[in-house]
Every structure is written in C-alpha cells, then in structure tokens.
C-alpha cells in the first residue's frame, strides 16, 4: 500500500504506548440498534480502504471503567451521546483477533507493526448494546470522519471479524429483554395505535404476530392509556390511539412486565 | 512472614511466564448458588492465611475461550464438573484488584513480588454463575486443598475485594432469569408441592409470595403436571404433588415462561 503521509500523532501513540495506557487485549464493541418506521438498523463504521464494516469499538484506559471506555468510544467514534449503554456478553475466541486490521491501517502510511507488538495480539472484547430512534441521531460529524452508516439488520454483510455475531448476540439480548421488559417509549410518537406498536414487536422479533393476542396481551400489562381519540386518515376504520402511562411504564421497567411475584 | 518452604512449580510459572501463558489484566470468576431445602448458598473459597473468602476464579490461558477458561477454573479450584455457567457481566472498575492479595501469597513463600510484574496489575474480571442443589457436589476433595465451603448468602462477610458485589449482580441476573424462565427441574424433587415450590422461589428472591397468586401464576405457565397423590403426613391438608412436564418445562425454557407473542 502507497505510503499516505506522515503518521498522526495518535497512532504513533497507540503503536508506541499503546500497552502502557491501555488495558491490553481488551476492546470494547458498541451494538446500536436503531428504529424508524418499521426498520430496524445497525450503526457500523465503514473500515477504512476496504468493503468491510465494523462495529464502533476501542480501548480501555488503565483509569477508566469498561462502562465509561464504552460511552467515550462510541462517542469519539460517532459523535452520539447520551444513549443508555448495556452490557450483554463478552466475546473471547481465541481466533477472533484480526492482526491485518490494524496491520493494515498502519501500513497506508509505511510503517509495518513489529512482531510482539501489543495491537497484534488476541483480544477480548465486551460487547454493550442500545436500541434508539436513529432519526435523532445526527450523523453528519460522523461521516465526515469514520464513514458511519445505519445498516438495515436484514442486510448485514461484509463485517470484519466476529461483529456480525456480536450483532446478533446482541439482537437476542434484546429479544429476551423484550419479553420481560416494556419497550417503544422513545421509539414511538407520544400518541401510537396498537397496529403501530405491534409493528415495532414484529420488526425486533423479526415475525408476525396475532393481532388479537398481541392486543389482549399489551392491555394486559397495564403499561397504556388508552385515548378517547383514533387516527384519521387510513382506507380502514379509524384505530384507536394510546399513550403510555408514564407511572406504571417506570414501574414495569423496574419490577418487569409481569408485575412482582 | 514467615518463609514456608519452597515456592511451588505453577507459583513460579505463574509469576515468571504468567504474562505469556495467559491473557494479561483479565479474570474469570463463578457465583456457584446452591439452593437444598429452602437455603441458598453460594460456594466460596478460604484465602489462604486470612479471613477472606473468594469466588473460584482464575486467568484465561491464551488459546483457550472465556468459557473454557471459567470450567478448567471453577474445576481445577473446587473440583466441581458439569455445571451449566452463564456468563452475566464484567467487572471492571480500575480499583478492585487488590495487588496484595497475590503479593501475601507469593511472601509466604519468602518472595517478593517484582514492581510491574503482571500480578499486580489491573485485571477485569469476567462473571458466571449457575445455581445447582449443593448437596449433589462433594466438596471433600476441594476442602483439603483450597477450603472450598458453602456460605449462606445472608451470612456473606469478609469477602474478598468487589466480590460481594459480584455475588449480588449475579444474584440480580438469578432474578431476572426468575421472571421469565422456569427453574427448579435440578432442584427440587422429582415430585414436590406447591408450597415447596413456592419456598424455591421465596428463597431465591428474598421475599414472600402471596400464597394464591403464585399457584394461580405457576399453573398458568402450564409447565407442571398435577399428581392423584398427595403428600401425607404433615398437621395440615395434604397438599397435591406435582411434578415437571419435561416437554413444556424445555419449552418454557426456550421461549421464555409467557410463550411467545
């Protein structure tokens, strides 16, 4: 590969003191699930001069929990703030690693990472994830930057390493918190119809749902207001609009749908 | 104190090689929960020449995964084999190593632990957990090498470093499994009670449980079979016993205990 220009001084820094600042052979990997309209989608960063993509990920510094390591990655590598971060699993094969990664990015600018070095060796990482609404999230600064991108999860392809399993050990984590857990608050406009939230159900399990089931079932958990109000407007009689109650929205959130024992 | 003899074999490979046999700055440690007649245990491990009790932990050989890494451990310190772990959370906070623990251990031996050596490093540890009938693990072997004991979990004190709080996330993880898995199929008899299995539950979370709500919730999941036979002999009505319905018990298992949507 062509020789670029001259090293930036970060590089030199986690090629040089990498091991000396960082916990070693240990990453942090940030899944994060975006909904819209029926769409579930991923944030991936595209790796440089190449097709493959990657989750926003990185290091720990000797002086920072893993949970702070994973806000100030995801932040410093997608500009996005203020998501509540949860950790799921950590992934630790012992062929995961993918020494040419970094290879290959130091070598855009001439400089072979010498054998036993640091950035060359097996890690493992912990792996975090969240589920937002990916209009609010604002890209731009991003783009401009790391290429990040929101991927449709049904058309993942191409991700370096083992992320694609991250990704979808990630979306199970997040199937099994859906069957316990309320969910859609900040995903879903304030007033929704129950065909909407069931939408929201079908495209994170990834399957239909019986209407009426779903309905008894949403009702049942005693998580909505129901409004006086429907929504006009469709070829269909107008369904009726609800809002989540706020109180007992917390409430579930903390003691699970199902209520105490 | 006092030199004891000569430093063992894996004492010193540990502290010469240790970095280069094993991942640096990261742990596995096992919550091991042990529930028999209405009493949760959780199995620890006398520090040596203190009065701290530790989970069974250890390091990540190089070529081994996370999860190889927590079975060898959890066998090789308490002798314990064929127990289903979970892995549940990493922790990471940048001050829970406790370098002297590793430093006292080496000075019974007269040696001093060298500055930077890897031991008294920063190390993140990697939690699992599982929940067994302890009476079915014989501890005997374990007792004579590494005082392996099962402690009440009302009864946990002097616990080594951020083990205590270990213990309590995993039983918080043991919780929320409660909410939507089924349990018990190890621990209780073939055929039990309602009350009895009312008590598993109590025990674990801690708290009692109105009396009509959990029967009518339980039968509900449509995980149990009803027996003719009662349980005879106590003061009371005898109460009907149940037993398992292996089929739906393993589905529950699958798909959680409210099926699916």
């Known amino acids: 590969m062509a020789k670029k220009g001259q090293l930036p001084a970060n590089f030199k820094t986690v090629l040089e ?25 991923v944030l991936l960063l595209k790796v440089n001069h190449s097709n493959k993509w990657a989750l926003p990920g990185g290091f720990i510094y000797k002086d920072e929990t893993i949970e702070q390591a994973a806000y100030r990655v995801l932040n410093e590598r997608t500009g996005v703030d203020n998501i509540f971060l949860q950790q ?23 400089i072979k990472i010498p054998k036993g070095n640091w950035l060359l ?24 930057t790391e290429g990040a991108e929101w991927i449709d999860i049904n058309k993942l392809s191409d991700l370096m390493m083992d992320h694609e399993a991250i990704v ?12 316990y857990l309320p969910i859609g608050r900040n995903l879903l406009p304030k007033k929704f119809t129950m065909p909407e939230l069931q939408k929201l159900y079908e495209t994170i399990l990834d399957q239909k749902l019986d209407r009426r089931n779903f309905q008894r ?21 107008a369904p009726f609009l609800y809002t989540f109650n706020d109180k007992k929205y917390q409430k579930a959130l903390k003691e699970g749908l199902y209520g105490s024992w």
Do not use: W
């Open 17 to 41: 003191k990498g091991d000396q600042i960082y916990q070693p052979g240990i990453s942090v990997d940030c899944t994060i699930f975006g909904f819209h309209e029926n769409v579930l989608k």
């Open 121 to 144: 060796q097996r890690f493992i990482t912990i792996g975090f994830y969240a589920l937002i609404d990916f209009t609010e999230v604002d890209l731009e600064d991003a783009k401009r």
């Open 168 to 179: 979808l050990k990630a979306l199970e984590a997040l199937r099994t918190q859906l069957a």
């Open 217 to 237: 079932k949403m009702i049942g958990f005693g998580i909505l207001n129901k409004l006086s109000e429907t929504r006009k407007g469709g070829a269909h009689k």
């Open 88 to 110: 799921f699993n950590a992934f630790g094969d012992p062929h995961r690693s993918d020494p040419t990664i970094h290879q290959n990015r130091y070598l855009e600018y001439g």
